[in-house]
């Protein structure tokens, strides 16, 4: 995986071969960001990074000048893989072990930006309950965007505070925002 834009631009990052995950690629990512851009200064913005993985998402806004980004992962080598390559960067991420659920149950703070990308094979009550304890718990910041990646066998349009979804080959990505009033 590569740092598509920012202060790290072009930089690789090889990740334990052993780890459970599915890093976004590089073409969505790069779609992802562009649209991120219409809407947010990066250097202005905290993070929750739900799912990390390898960190990916991550990597990616804090090269972009984010500075405050927490991720969330339930795998121990995951979460080591993020503090390495964090400290190795220089970059401001805190990586935390926990179940995602039982993490947004308890957690207290909001963030401008709320990525999770669980995986494909999650049954579809468990994507859906990633909006509901996002927004029941005040996660998400008035001005913020929850962003869920899944795969096009999911289905999210549905939910409350739904605004859009992005496909790109095989996954798609559903945008999330708090309705304000014009």
């Known amino acids: 995986m590569r740092i598509i834009s920012g202060k790290y631009k072009g930089r690789r990052i090889q990740a334990p071969k052993n780890l459970p995950v599915r890093p976004t690629t590089d073409m969505s990512k790069e779609a992802l960001f562009n649209i991120l851009n219409n809407h947010f200064n990066f250097t202005e913005l905290t993070i929750l990074d739900l799912f990390a993985g390898t960190g990916n998402i991550s990597y990616e806004f804090a090269s972009r000048g984010s500075d405050t980004i927490l991720c969330v992962d339930a795998d121990m080598g995951c979460v080591n893989f993020i503090k390495k390559t964090a400290a190795e960067f220089s970059f401001d991420i805190v990586p935390i072990k926990s179940d995602v659920f039982t993490f947004l149950e ?77």
């Open 106 to 182: 308890k957690h207290q703070e909001s963030y401008d930006i709320v990525f999770a990308d669980p995986p494909y094979d999650l049954p579809q009550k468990d994507f859906e309950k990633i909006p509901e304890l996002v927004f029941k718990n005040n996660i998400l910041s008035e001005e913020g965007m929850l962003i869920i990646e899944h795969s096009k066998h999911t289905s999210l349009e549905h939910l409350e505070f739904f605004t859009s979804a992005r496909n790109y080959g095989g996954s798609v990505f559903s945008f999330f925002e708090i309705a304000t009033e014009e």
